[in-house]
């Protein structure tokens, strides 16, 4: 479905109407969806600039136009990167991608098992947790519905990243929307039948709590377009930049 709301080729039909059902109910979802991957970009060119150069990206879906790999691997030839889905045919579409790569690989795995994912050879294999990692969960955490959850996951993956490690989130949120509850069921219902979880928006201070042990990067959690925005970025969200639907941050593990 995200693959389809960035224009990408790399969908099924069964993708594609519900990406267009969950489109009626939420028009803003496509800009939303691209303004998101702009930020993935900047917070990836961001940590290659500091060094960081693995990379641990949950819910990845297919890393086409825009991923991390090719970002990483720009500034860090032999930056290394774990995509990680729970969808079989994005798991399969993303190694067809990733042929020849040796420093980039993708599994099949599930989100709410963290520990499995950590202890899984093909990650313990292109990834060292001895030495400092990006930890990416980019519109993935509001598809847990329970935040106890969510803080629990990220403290099994913050238990194993050393100093110098980071977090990066972006979270589907309702503040400041004005939106008709209904609507809001419904469309959590497509993502239901898609994906067997609903989608959960969070509040500011539940994306916040999810930073729990990590040092805030600079400007902390902000909207979708607020974080770090490069000069020469068409901001479709300048002026309601809530419009966007997302909160986003990084933290860095003292």
């Known amino acids: 479905m995200y693959d389809y709301y960035l224009g990408g080729i790399h969908n099924f039909p069964a993708d594609q109407e519900a990406a267009k059902a969950v489109l009626a109910k939420s ?7 691209l303004a998101n991957r702009a930020f993935l970009g900047r917070a990836v060119r961001y940590l290659t600039s500091l060094g960081v150069r693995q990379f641990l990206d949950l819910g990845s879906g297919i890393p086409t136009v825009g991923n991390v790999h090719e970002i990483a691997q720009a500034a860090i030839p032999d930056a290394r990167v774990v995509y990680v889905d729970i969808d079989p045919e994005a798991v399969s579409e993303s190694l067809d991608l990733l042929d020849g790569n040796q420093f980039a690989t993708a599994i099949r795995a599930d989100v709410r098992q963290p520990q499995a ?8 294999k292109l990834l060292d947790f001895d030495q400092p990692i990006a930890v990416l969960l980019v519109a993935v955490l509001h598809f847990v519905e329970e935040t106890d ?24 949120t309702v503040d400041e929307l004005v939106f008709d509850e209904r609507e809001l069921k419904k469309t959590q219902e497509v993502y239901r039948r898609q994906t067997a979880t609903p989608l959960t928006p969070r509040k500011k201070s539940d994306v916040t709590r999810l930073f729990d042990g990590f040092e805030l990067v600079e400007p902390g959690v902000v909207w979708l377009n607020r974080w770090r925005p490069e000069p020469d970025t068409v901001d479709v969200f300048a002026e309601q930049p809530f419009l966007s639907g997302f909160y986003v941050g990084m933290g860095r593990l003292p």
């Open 27 to 33: 028009p803003n979802l496509r800009a939303s969806a």
């Open 149 to 172: 959850e969510a803080c629990d996951i990220i403290g099994t993956l913050r238990s194993t990243m050393v100093p110098g490690s980071h977090l990066v989130i972006a979270h589907a």
């Open 117 to 124: 994912i950590l202890d899984n050879p093909q990650v313990r």
